[in-house]
Each structure stands twice: as structure tokens, then as C-alpha cells.
């Protein structure tokens, strides 16, 4: 199993970012998948989570109306659309693959996002 | 603030017993998942579903539960043990997941 995430970088308060995670050795269209993020030198924060057809969708209350979760499971890709971003979204975006309703079981290495002008 | 609570820092004596603790009235429906950190890495499941290992984690991390509380206990902890640990689990409306915020686990 391998996730690899990539589109971090920095970017102006208010502006955007769409991150994606290329997943590989496992069966993509089977598993609900996350993104969780951590700050500079803070803890796990989940942000996301999508079913695996990509009808049903949550989010932290914190991104909801500026964050979208999709993916694309003939690609084996999950994605994060990250509009009006704010400095207080800047953090390492990992994305994982959900094994139970409470448990992540893979995770990618992460990339980084930062807001700042 | 956190739905599911944790110690700050806890630390153990090489090859001693540590049992590290999370709180959250979530647990009381909801099973608790563990998460081993070290600096610069991405974190590793080392429990779920209450005292379930995956594959490659050694015997020596296990899960309990009781009430609102959720524990991880390292039976014999080795240097190598010395990371953050991270609980994790639903909140209490079940649509979120959430983690706890973290205990420092130092190995002396």
C-alpha cells in the first residue's frame, strides 16, 4: 500500500489549492479515505473524510463551505480543493485510508501548505 | 479543544510497563484507535478496534477499554518506543473523527 500526496505549497491568504493523493497496491475503490492535517508543532486534526463511491462526504467544521473532498477511483486518486485559505490552515496534509470507521490504517507522508503573505 | 483527552507527557523507564490514557464520552460507543508519531514522520497505526494489532506491530503494544476512557499500555518498552502518540476515534454525533491531543512518551 502506498499513498503519495502531492500540491502542497505556499500560498497567499485567500487563495487556493487543490492537493491530491495517488494511492497504489490496494483495491482504491473499496475504502473510505481521509485527509488529516497537523500544524507546526501541534497535534492530528482529521479534516475529511469521503465514502467510496463519493456520495457521502464529512468535514471538519472548521473547512466546511471552503474545503471539497473528491476522488477519482479510476485514477486510484483522492483529492482536497482548499478555497479562502487562512494562515491558520497551514499544516502538514496527510492523506489515509480509513480500515474501520475509527481507524487509519495507511498513511501518505504528507504536504506541506502554507498560508502566508 | 479536543472531544477525546489525553496526558500532556508521560514518561517510563527502559523496559518498564507505560500506560498511556485517553478520555472522551465518545468511547463509551465508539472504539478507540492509537497512533505512534515520531518527529519528521507520518503517523503509524499501532492499535484499533480496542486491542487489535496490525500487522507488523509488535506484541508488546495492546488496547483496553472501559467507560469513556480508552488505554494503550507498552509492556516492556524499548528506546525505540519514544514518540508522540495520538488516540483516535468518533465523536459523539459518529459523523467526525477525531483524535486526542497527543502524549509525549519519553523513554528514560
Known amino acids: 500500500v502506498q499513498l503519495v500526496e502531492s500540491g502542497g505549497g505556499l500560498v497567499q491568504p485567500g487563495g487556493s489549492l487543490r492537493l491530491s493523493c495517488a494511492a497504489s497496491g490496494f483495491t482504491f475503490s473499496s475504502y473510505w479515505m481521509s485527509w488529516v492535517r497537523q500544524a507546526p508543532g501541534k497535534g492530528l486534526e482529521w479534516v475529511a473524510n469521503i465514502e467510496q463511491d463519493g456520495r457521502e462526504k464529512y468535514y471538519v467544521d472548521s473547512v466546511k463551505g471552503r474545503v471539497t473532498i473528491s476522488r477519482d477511483n479510476a485514477k486510484n486518486s483522492l483529492y482536497l480543493q482548499m478555497n479562502s485559505l487562512r494562515a491558520e490552515d497551514t499544516a502538514v496534509y496527510y492523506c489515509?485510508?480509513?480500515?474501520?470507521?475509527?481507524?487509519?490504517?495507511?498513511w501518505g507522508q504528507g504536504t506541506l501548505v502554507t498560508v502566508s503573505s | 479543544s479536543s472531544a477525546l483527552t489525553q496526558d500532556p507527557a508521560v514518561s517510563v523507564a527502559l523496559g518498564q510497563t507505560v500506560r498511556i490514557t485517553c478520555q472522551g464520552d465518545s468511547l463509551r460507543n465508539y472504539y478507540a484507535s492509537w497512533y505512534q508519531q515520531k518527529p519528521g514522520q507520518a503517523p503509524i497505526l499501532v492499535i484499533y478496534a480496542k486491542n487489535n494489532r496490525p500487522s507488523g506491530i509488535p506484541d508488546r503494544f495492546s488496547g483496553s477499554s472501559s467507560g469513556n476512557a480508552a488505554s494503550l499500555t507498552i509492556t516492556g518498552a524499548q528506546a525505540e518506543d519514544e514518540a508522540d502518540y495520538y488516540c483516535g476515534s468518533r465523536d459523539s454525533s459518529g459523523d467526525h473523527v477525531v483524535f486526542g491531543g497527543g502524549t509525549k512518551l519519553t523513554v528514560l
Open positions: 489515509a485510508r480509513d480500515l474501520t470507521s475509527t481507524a487509519l490504517d495507511y
